[in-house]
């Protein structure tokens, strides 16, 4: 049964087209969501009014997120000596005790509580001689046990097998046995895909198409937001394309780098598709949060995806600006704002179905394309979750008019899988796009 929702629009709205003034202020009810009668885009001739970004600075310091001390862990009481260590970017690694020789006591702790239980952990291990080991995690939450992946080198990744994972839901602690040795071993929640590797990934992109990028802000921590526009030539008609609100979903950056991988490709809708529409991409919302190795929030101590109305977080407030700021540009339109996140299966988070969008029931189209074009494969989608928080997708909705459609991969789902689906997901939505804007 659905929730009763309450809609607060965050501010007052002044859509103008053509001919007609339609006047939308804060409201309680939702029965006024302020959306556009599906405009024309060249019947835009004002900006839409946005709110002065001054007046929404945070209001009181925000608390900060409580960082891990960076060490290395040293037991040398029996031979080989074995050192753990979280002294690298992404690390999670709270504490580490021996409990018997070669029998280790992790402890894996969230960055503030309470905290969505997605727990993220990423540490080294290395032995002076080749060694069996047992890891014993305890990790402060009951109910999501992530299977550990392995890596010689932190790029390439093996889930670890039944016989190397003991790790039930609710127990006090989950087991690992793994062999040590002289070699780094990476063992981590999921694959590592940091800031590093998400900024080369997008320079690389920008080189190749012509992107600009412009830093829009700066984190908590002092990391640059960086946003890229790709076919600065096209009109003034945009996607918005964000990811890593939430730093331990990897899955969703694969599926955001397939995504734009397919829009800037070579294919004749994607060669259209650009002549059309232009693309504002942010790959990393929360950069303290993936350097961190943080659960959820950013180094404000905030889930980022619950700040699209209290706007509390540097981070946030940014990139709303920066947002408005592309709305604000004569005749500019919004045609679909996209968040990429990850989970425990691939669903889409989309607006509810009387949530009347600009272009009109996008989310529901695109949803029956993607599922036409792979039928083997079943796409779920859902317009009630968190239908009543402060998510980018309903900001997206209550303040763009634009479908505000939540991304969700799978972190188990094979990387190769992701890549499929969602570069077939991507050509589709640039048909309906195009479609819809003819
Ligand atoms: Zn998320």
């Known amino acids: 049964m659905r929730t009763p929702i309450q809609r607060f629009a965050p501010t007052a709205l002044v859509w103008i087209f053509a001919g007609a003034t339609l006047a939308f202020a804060p409201t309680a009810c939702r029965t006024a969501p302020p959306v556009a009668p599906t405009p024309a885009p060249a019947a835009v001739t004002a900006p839409v009014v946005a709110p002065a970004p001054a007046s929404d600075a945070p209001a009181a310091p925000t608390p900060r997120a409580e960082l891990q001390e960076h060490r290395t862990w040293t037991f ?35 960055e503030n509580e309470p905290i969505n239980p997605s727990p993220w952990f990423a540490f080294r291990v290395r032995a002076e001689a080749p060694t069996d080991i047992t890891v014993r995690f305890v990790i402060a939450t009951k109910t999501a046990r992530p299977r550990p992946r392995l890596s010689a080198d932190g790029v390439t990744w093996t889930r670890a097998t039944d016989a ?19 070699a780094t071993t990476w063992v981590a929640s999921n694959d590592i895909l940091g800031n590093d590797r998400l900024t080369a990934w997008s320079d690389a992109l920008a080189a190749r198409t012509g992107a600009t990028m412009e830093t829009f802000g700066t984190s908590t921590g002092g990391r640059a937001l960086r946003m890229f526009t790709f076919d600065a030539s096209a009109p003034e008609d945009w996607v918005i394309v964000i990811g890593r609100q ?11 780098m397939a995504f734009m991988d397919e829009v800037t490709g070579d294919s004749a809708r994607a060669t259209e598709f650009r ?22 929030s950013t180094l404000g101590a905030i889930d980022p995806n619950r700040d699209w109305g209290p706007f509390t977080q540097p981070e946030t407030v940014a990139l709303r600006d920066a947002i408005l700021a592309i709305r604000r540009r004569p005749g500019a339109r919004i045609w679909l704002a996209l968040d990429f996140h990850g989970t425990n299966k ?48 309903r900001w997206a909705f209550e303040t763009l008019g634009a479908p505000g459609i939540t991304y969700e991969l ?7 899988r992701i890549r499929k689906i969602v570069s077939g997901a991507a050509d589709e939505a640039m048909r309906l796009l195009l479609a819809a804007k003819q």
């Open 164 to 182: 190397q994972w003991d790790g039930k839901q609710g127990a006090a602690e989950c087991v690992l046995r793994m062999q040590a040795g002289p």
């Open 410 to 416: 799978g972190s188990a789902t094979p990387h190769d």
């Open 246 to 256: 939430h730093p331990p979903e990897v899955s969703g950056s694969v599926g955001l």
């Open 76 to 110: 040398a009481a029996a031979a080989p000596t074995v050192t753990f260590d979280n002294q690298f970017p992404c690390a999670r690694l709270n504490r580490c005790e021996e409990v018997a020789p070669h029998d280790y006591r992790i402890t894996i702790t969230p």
């Open 346 to 393: 691939d669903i889409l988070y989309t607006p509810l179905e009387d949530d009347r969008t600009s272009p009109p029931k996008f989310a529901s189209a695109w949803v029956a394309a993607i599922q036409a074009r792979f039928p083997d494969y079943e796409v779920e989608n859902t317009s009630t979750h968190n239908a009543t928080e402060w998510t980018f997708k």
């Open 275 to 296: 002549a059309a529409f232009r693309v504002a991409l942010v790959p990393v919302v929360n950069p303290d949060g993936v350097h961190e190795g943080q659960w959820r």
